[in-house]
Structure formats: structure tokens, C-alpha cells
């Protein structure tokens, strides 16, 4: 350590001595005679006046030994020093750390780092570490596994002894941990059972929808003003069914890849592959051709031309426009609304003011209704590539569901303008109708989720409630020929 601060002292310190023996008031009495004939008279020489011990360039060794001997004797006054200048000018750790690493790396060696080699390990590398005569290695036999995808022909038939081998029991507590099934999950051909046949033709034609159009026709039926028949009532209301599962087995079939997206619609046969592409058209055709012909024969021209001309509307202009623009939604509702005509024509045979007010209500009731439910599956649209109102125009979709539930109590009062309803139908459709606008208006103002669930579930039972109080308060078929003759 005194080799090391005389060599702080000698590097770092260099101009401190004059500094500090040019204020220093320490003076030593001379060694010699030299010495103490310059300091007579009582004077005392400075130790810088002192001389320096000479040496050869090639001569360390005599060097070290004289500046050792040096510092030994000087190491009080030399600390003193020391610490006195570091206090003044101030010295860093990090001017001492460097300070001792160059005086280690130049003048002892013997302090230097060396680096030791490692053994090499006859282990090998993944068991270092380990004691080889205190643990064992334990070696597991690791089975072949079977193909993702064997061969249909090929049957696997696991016995039941073959399952209570498989079990595994974790941990020797008793706890199973997953018994081996009887049949292995694969990707394997669905065949197709008799019994299961009517339920999926049913999922395919969507036969909670085409009963409502079904409904809407026969309403449009009863709603004219001639005496009732029975057999072209059943005819109308069968072609009708035939051609809305037509339309809507098409629909399926050219929707598939876009229904394999929506959580709403992955769940359909042909999604599913329970029935082939090939039986669904199969389907269609045998729905449309024996409706549209039965419409023709059975009941007149114009109802089977408005039947074919709603399956063509539906399937080419409605589905392709559902990944096109907005304006599907307004094609779906000429859609909807025109079953209601087909009943009104089934009964007259013509196309009368009556049933343009019947399609009218059910146009503008179909807006709150599809809006509404949207509104609510607008992630499964959105990820289906379908391009709806709600995803693309928001706004929109809040503003016309509430402008077309206004519209139905419009309408609602041109029923006994038209003939078609007494008086009494305005006055008692108007709490129903009022009911649906403020829902809407509730609708237009929250934009959430819970208002347009309520307002979806308020036109399931609106539209049936609005069609039943126009039957009651339909004006008499007789009273009109009465009034026709009076005229005449």
C-alpha cells in the first residue's frame, strides 16, 4: 500500500510538491556537512533543495531500491501531503481505481489475472453438474404416434381392455387424467341419415322466416274485399311457402364461404357440410318450379309472376348486393313487402290500392325490425365481408329505423282513406305504434345494445298486433257491393 500511494504521489500528484514546498514551514536539519554549510546562520534547507538521487537509464533495480529507501524515510510528510492536495484540487474514485490498475499491470506482475482453464467435462453437456454416481439416468421410451389422417378405409376398433390400458393415473393418488375415447376425433365424411333429412331441409329453407312470409300473404288474403276461398287460400299460402324456400336454399348455397365467418350462420347445413351443394340446389328447384306452377294453374298468372319475380329479386339482386352496397337493405325490404301483395292478388286477381298499402306496411316495419337486429350482430357482418348500415353508416342506421317507425303510424291512418279499414283501425293501432316509435326514437338517441334489443323484440310481436287489428276493423266485402249498387 505504500508503493501504491508513492506512485498516486508520483503520477497524479507531480505539480502538488511545488505547490505545497513553496507554503510548507517544515524544514529538517541537514545530513551532511554539505548540507549544513549551506544552512548556517540558523537557516534550514527545504527538502526540494535537497539532491535527487542519480541512476542509469538501464538500471532500474538501483532505481526502485533508492526511491523505496526514500519513501520510507519521507512516507509521514509524503501522506501529509497527499491528502492535503486531495483535499484542495479533489481526486475521484474513479481517478484512484485507474490509478491502482496501471500501477498493478506496470510494476507487479505477480497481481495480474490469469486465466484459469476449465477441466473438460466427460459428461455430457445436458447432465453437468449432476453427479454421476449418485444419480441415475433415466432413459423413456418415447412411442410412435399415429397418422392425423388414416385412411377412411381403415377402421380402428379399440377394445375395452385397450381403453383401461390408455388410462393414466396421476401421481398415484387415483386421479384419471384422461381415459382414451372410443373413436378418435378426424376429419371424416358426414353421412347423411333419413331421419336427420327433414330437420336440415327445414334449417336450409329457413322455416321460421318463410312462415312469417307465409303469414304476411295470407294476411294480404284475408285482408281483401272479396268472399273468402278457402282451396285458393291453401294453394296461394303453399305456393308462396315453396317460393320462399326456393329463394332462401339459393341464398344459403351462394353464401356459404361468407357464412363460415359469422357465428349467426356457421352453424347452417351447408356450412356444416350435413348436405352437399349439389342436394341444396337439388332442393331449390324442387321447391321453386312446383310453386311457381302451382301459383300459375292454382290460383292466377299475376300472383306466380310476382312470386317468381320476388325469387329472382331475392336471389340475384339481394344477396350479391349484400357485399356491394348499402342499398341491400332497401332491396330486401321490396322483398319482404311483396308477399303480402301476392296474397291481396291470390284473392282479387288484380293489383288495388289495398295492396299497395299492405306492402307499405310491410316495407317501412321491416326497417326497424332489420336495423335493430344488426345493430347488434354488427362484429358478425363485419367479419363476414357483409356491407350493412350499421357497420359502414351508423348514423343511418339510427336515423331511418326511427323515420320508417313514424311511417307506419302514417300509413296506419291512410288504411280508412283507402277503403281498405274503418276509422276505429287509426285510433287503436295508435298505442302500438307510438309504443314503436318512442323505442326507436330510444333507438336513435342511446345507439347501444340494449336499446335496439328491445326494439327488435317490440316488432316480432308489432307486426302480427298491427295486422290483427287491420283484420278486425276490415270493412265488410258485401257493404261495399251494397254501396256500389245504391250508386248505380
Known amino acids: 500500500m505504500a508503493l501504491f500511494y508513492l506512485h498516486c504521489h508520483k503520477t497524479v500528484l507531480a505539480e502538488a510538491h511545488k505547490l505545497q514546498y513553496k507554503t510548507a514551514t517544515r524544514w529538517r536539519r541537514p545530513r551532511n556537512r554539505a548540507e549544513g554549510n549551506e544552512g548556517q546562520g540558523g537557516h534550514r534547507v527545504p527538502l526540494s533543495a535537497l539532491p535527487t538521487p542519480r541512476t542509469a537509464s538501464g538500471s532500474r533495480r538501483t532505481f526502485s531500491s533508492t526511491f523505496k529507501k526514500k519513501a520510507m524515510q519521507q512516507m509521514p510528510c509524503k501522506f501529509a501531503c497527499f491528502f492535503r492536495v486531495t483535499k484542495e484540487r479533489g481526486v475521484t474514485f474513479q481517478q484512484l481505481n485507474f490509478i491502482k490498475r496501471m500501477y498493478v499491470t506496470q510494476h507487479s506482475k505477480a497481481h495480474s489475472q490469469r486465466a484459469k482453464l476449465k477441466s473438460e467435462s466427460t459428461a455430457p453437456p445436458f447432465l453437468e453438474g449432476q453427479h454421476s ?9 418415447v412411442r410412435s404416434v399415429s397418422p392425423l389422417l388414416p385412411p377412411l378405409s381403415e377402421k380402428r376398433v379399440i377394445n375395452e381392455s385397450e381403453a383401461l390400458k390408455s388410462t393414466v393415473i396421476a401421481g398415484g393418488t387415483g386421479t384419471v387424467v384422461g381415459p382414451a375415447s372410443k373413436e378418435e376425433k378426424q376429419w371424416k365424411e358426414m353421412k347423411l341419415e ?73 352453424n347452417r347445413p351447408l356450412v356444416r357440410g350435413q348436405i352437399s351443394p349439389l342436394l341444396a340446389v337439388s332442393f331449390a328447384a324442387s321447391c321453386a318450379v312446383p310453386g311457381i306452377a302451382l301459383l300459375t294453374f292454382g290460383v292466377n298468372p299475376l300472383t306466380a309472376a310476382l312470386g317468381a319475380f320476388n325469387i329472382i329479386l331475392y336471389t340475384c339482386c339481394y344477396t350479391p348486393l349484400k357485399r356491394i352496397s348499402i342499398v341491400n337493405t332497401w332491396v330486401g325490404a321490396v322483398v319482404g313487402a311483396i308477399p303480402p301483395i301476392m296474397g291481396w292478388t291470390a284473392a282479387t286477381g288484380s293489383l288495388d290500392a289495398g295492396a299497395l298499402l299492405l306492402g307499405g306496411i310491410l316495407y317501412s316495419w321491416q326497417f326497424p325490425h332489420f336495423n335493430a ?96 287489428l287491420m283484420l278486425t276493423c276490415k270493412k265488410s266485402w258485401y257493404k261495399k257491393d251494397n254501396e256500389k249498387e245504391s250508386l248505380s
Open 133 to 141: 454416481g449418485q444419480e441415475k439416468m433415466v432413459i423413456h421410451e
Open 194 to 266: 333419413l331421419d336427420d333429412l327433414p330437420g336440415i331441409l327445414a334449417r336450409l329453407s329457413k322455416i321460421k322466416l318463410t312462415a312469417l312470409v307465409v303469414s304476411t300473404a295470407s294476411a294480404g288474403f284475408a285482408m281483401a274485399p272479396v268472399p273468402f276461398d278457402l282451396t285458393c287460400f291453401l294453394l296461394a299460402s303453399l305456393g308462396t311457402g315453396l317460393s320462399s324456400c326456393a329463394a332462401n336454399s339459393i341464398n344459403q348455397f351462394f353464401e356459404v364461404p361468407f357464412d363460415s365467418n359469422m357465428n349467426r350462420t356457421k
Open 373 to 468: 337486429l344488426s345493430w347488434g350482430l354488427r362484429e358478425d357482418y363485419s367479419r363476414g365481408g357483409y356491407c350493412m348500415m350499421s357497420v359502414t353508416h351508423p348514423e343511418m342506421c339510427r336515423r331511418v329505423a326511427l323515420r320508417h317507425c313514424l311511417a307506419l303510424i302514417g300509413l296506419s291512418s291512410l288504411a280508412p282513406i283507402l277503403d281498405v279499414t274503418t276509422w276505429t283501425f287509426p285510433i287503436i293501432s295508435l298505442p302500438v305504434n307510438l309504443y314503436i316509435s318512442y323505442l326507436g326514437f330510444r333507438f336513435y338517441r342511446d345507439a347501444d345494445r340494449g336499446s335496439s334489443r328491445k326494439l327488435f323484440f317490440c316488432s316480432l310481436w308489432h307486426l302480427p298486433m298491427l295486422l290483427l
